[in-house]
């Protein structure tokens, strides 16, 4: 007697997988434990364990494939399965983090003013039936709005639909404008093409880019801020702090500033809850560092940061970047960012304005620095041209939690702060 092997709820909100290997053949005997699919997420790469002892009959599945939650992979025939008792004890690891993203990496849990989890079947049956998926009541596995309940949706009619904007927190007003999935010509016709399947973290990045974009009314202040002096600074201690496994970036010291522009602007380390008409101000300091990758941008999170020394998060963030890049990561080591930053100097990049990491409400771009004429006065009335290491940055922020007169505010404290090295060894323990 065979027993099929369906997809498990990998948790975190996650309703579909992408197969990045099949790494077992039909008539393979496998043991409880032993690995038969590696599937990645819009969070993370998994390894996934076999629950049976036995054989396998059948395989459904092939590298390349999507597929949902409760979707059958293969089949299995003769061996015993797991007891009860051991399968509730088996967990599925997170291995390299794929799609955490960027600007991930971390990402919100999925509200109903969010993207709705529903296969591209259902999707195209509800456009079919012009039945808002934001409005239907999913029974699939982990929230899954299926075809069933969409067809039971559109019996309602339009009674149905002005019960459901009637219940409470799902206003008219309170639910985002879902954008019409308009039909795209056959390029085709003009010349040859390639079609690359929109997958992994690209397709991740998009999604928490889109929500952020709609939900967000984003303002941008810029400035330069002057770094000769700390770059002097970092010179003179980072054969130091190599010896000891970190990297003194400047990535670095604009941690320790962030984290001290935070704790004397508290709404910046912030998010708004809408539901509620209440603005959440964190009193942790945990800062995402956007991580370029081979696979888009990652975004792990460095915690504490203001309880840490300049040593310390040398140390913590060159470890943590190399950990991203190698995809080793946890999706745990992901979450719970209160601000982000994002340094394009690595590439040579200068001013620019990113996008806020929702449901954060700020996010600081920092750009390369470089040597520019600057003029300084020598002494009243007497001017000067000099050369100075000077770094472009962008804030970007929440016009609904902050206004621009904050933005400068922090912006000055800021600036302050890495001019002057003496000024941030005064906020390191």
């Known amino acids: 007697m065979s027993r099929s092997f369906k997809l498990p709820d990998l948790g975190e909100g996650i309703h579909e997988g992408e197969v990045l290997s099949v790494p077992v053949s039909v008539g393979q005997a496998v043991k409880e434990g032993d690995i038969i699919l590696e599937v990645e997420t819009d969070k993370a790469a998994v390894e996934i364990p076999s629950p049976y002892t036995g054989s396998v009959h059948e395989i459904f599945v092939k590298p390349g494939d999507v597929v949902n939650v409760g979707d059958v992979m293969m089949t299995f025939s003769g061996g015993e399965e797991a007891k009860e008792g051991e399968e509730k004890k088996r967990t599925i690891e997170p291995i390299p983090p794929a799609e955490a993203i960027t600007a991930a990496t971390q990402f919100p849990a999925e509200t109903k003013t969010g993207p709705v989890p529903a296969s591209p079947a259902t999707r195209r049956l509800a456009r079919e039936l012009e039945v808002d998926l934001q409005l239907v009541t999913p029974t699939g596995p982990a929230g899954l709005v299926t075809a069933e309940d969409v067809r039971a949706f559109s019996a309602q009619g339009a009674a149905g639909t002005k019960d459901r904007l009637a219940a409470p927190g799902l206003s008219v007003e309170a639910r985002p404008a879902v954008a019409a999935e308009t039909e795209l010509p056959d390029f085709a016709k003009w010349g040859s093409v390639e079609r690359v399947p929109f997958r992994s973290i690209r397709r991740a990045t998009a999604k928490q880019m889109s929500l ?30 190599e010896g000891i496994g970190g990297k003194l970036t400047l990535t670095v010291f ?23 008409s209440e ?20 975004v792990p ?19 943590l970047v190399q950990r991203t890049r190698a995809r080793k990561t946890t999706v745990a080591e992901m979450q719970g960012g209160t601000f982000t930053i994002t340094n394009a100097g690595a590439m040579g990049g200068g001013f620019f304005a990113p996008i806020i990491n929702y449901p954060e409400v700020a996010i600081l771009g920092v750009g390369q620095a470089r040597m520019q004429p600057v003029v300084r006065e020598k002494e009243k009335g007497n001017f000067v041209m000099v050369p100075r290491l000077m770094m472009p940055v962008a804030l970007c922020i929440d016009h609904r939690v902050l206004d621009g007169a904050d933005a400068i505010r922090f912006l000055s404290i800021l600036t302050d702060t890495l001019e002057d090295p003496d000024e941030l060894l005064i906020s390191m323990v």
């Open 279 to 298: 603005i959440i101000l964190k009193h942790y300091y945990n800062i995402g560092v956007a991580v370029n990758t081979d696979s888009g941008l990652i």
């Open 254 to 276: 604009a941690l320790k500033a962030i984290a001290t522009a935070l704790k004397t602007y508290p709404n910046f380390n912030a998010t708004l809850d809408t539901n509620n």
């Open 301 to 319: 999170v460095v915690r504490d940061v203001d309880r840490k020394s300049i040593k310390e998060l040398a140390v913590e963030l060159n470890d």
């Open 212 to 241: 952020a974009w709609s939900q967000i009314p984003h303002v941008n202040s810029q400035d330069v801020v002057d770094v000769t002096k700390l770059e002097a600074f970092r010179q003179r201690h980072k054969a130091e702090i």
